[in-house]
């Protein structure tokens, strides 16, 4: 997963501090109407129940991105958004007081009235604090911008800037560089140059900041973007369209001594770099932990039933094609691998990316009857509770697997991808994952299985890894099939 530096959840800071007022404001009026007339932080249980709220509401910002484009939303949009925050902060302060068994020591009735106040005073502190950024936008303090373009792209591109927030820029004027046009009009927007007339237009009429927009087979506009920045002019080339990007993240950067466009189809900052593997690593000690006590239950019966070993390894393909060996349970024969081949003809998938049967007599104990009826055995049980892939787990704490992730592929499932399917390999593969929890026994087209795990790379967030874990518990327990 592509790392970018940190700070984009700080670009709202201001909403931030806001919020997190709102909330210290919210929990003084509670107790204030429970206890009467005191503060919370003079009372030595509500003091700590304090920290306790600042810091789940940090963490919910933070990890649920509570504050990205809040400028854009309107007010409905922001009801759902704070409703959604105030729903997960009051979610963690539970959690927390639980899990330290505080629960009988403080009144339940300030806690749920906080999160009620809290959401009724972010809401409008939210909207009053956008109003007056919004009313600091005058006409005075905006910005001229002027946008040289062709004029079969000329309709989109101002459409585009009225649609979005430009940051107080105003489109004063157009160069029209492949079609003479001057004295019309594109959009109610007078038409001011041409090709060659550009910089003298600029001169003429003053403006503060240009935006060039080309098709992307025509050359860098370099001479264009060297004379007007060389009269002060801020001059922005449009190098892609976000439309145009196909689900990918971009954003400009520096390597070396070069001013780069970075690519990449996911990426993910430090501090959510961290928050995933510290998920991992926790998520990974509870794992073994009941993995040791799976196997004293196990491992007798898996030798009884098939002799052998109780796990089976295999070496996989993870992050950038990196190899390593996946640990499971075993819960197919010795000869399984050997089989396969002679199984393939009756493999659900049918391009073979991926071998899936029903009733596969590889599994211990799995056996078709003469009725056609399916006999279960100690096998079937193993898979259809995951519980083979418990061993995984020692997978997560090496850092070869996440707890959330794509599927890791064999060596021969490898070497027949396409380059687009490689795209599944841009993070490390995981135990379960989207395609996992959305109808996993009923998916036989390879293809769907790649957009789901792409789907997962470039929507991915700590939120949606929550998501998916609670999702497999509820399929692990429906005996969904095996992961």
Known sequence: MYRKKAGGWLKHLDFIVLDALCIQAAFFLAYAVRMGPSSPYHDDVYRGIGAIILLAHVAV??????????????????????????????????????????????????????????????????????????????????????????????????EDIRQHDMDGLLVTGIAVLDRTMRGRSILGIPVVAGKGDVVDEVCRGWVDEALIVLPREEPYPGELVERLAGMGVVVHVSVFRAEDAGGMRQFVGHLGGHTVLTTSISYATPLQQFCKRAMDIAGGMVGCTITCILFIFLAPLIFIVSPGPVFFSQERVGMNGKRFRIYKFRSMYMDAEERKKELMEKNQVSDGMMFKMEADPRIIGCKVLPDGTVKKGLGNFIRDWSIDEFPQFFNVLKGDMSLVGTRPPTLDEWERYEPHHRARLAVRPGITGLWQVSGRSKITDFEEVVKLDTKYITEWSMGLDLRILLRTVKVVFRRDGAM
């Open 61 to 158: 910002v933070v990890l649920a991105g509570s504050f990205s484009g809040v400028l854009r939303r309107g007010h409905y949009e922001e009801l759902t958004a704070t409703l959604r925050q105030a729903c997960l902060v009051e979610a963690v302060i539970i959690v927390i007081l639980f899990t330290t068994q505080r629960g009988d020591a403080y009144s339940r009735f300030v806690i749920y009235l906080t999160g009620m106040l809290y959401l009724c005073m972010s809401y409008f502190t939210r909207l009053l604090w956008k109003a007056l950024l919004w009313k600091r936008k005058t006409a005075a303090e905006q910005r001229s911008l002027l946008l040289v373009t062709n004029h079969d792209l000329a309709e989109e591109a101002v």
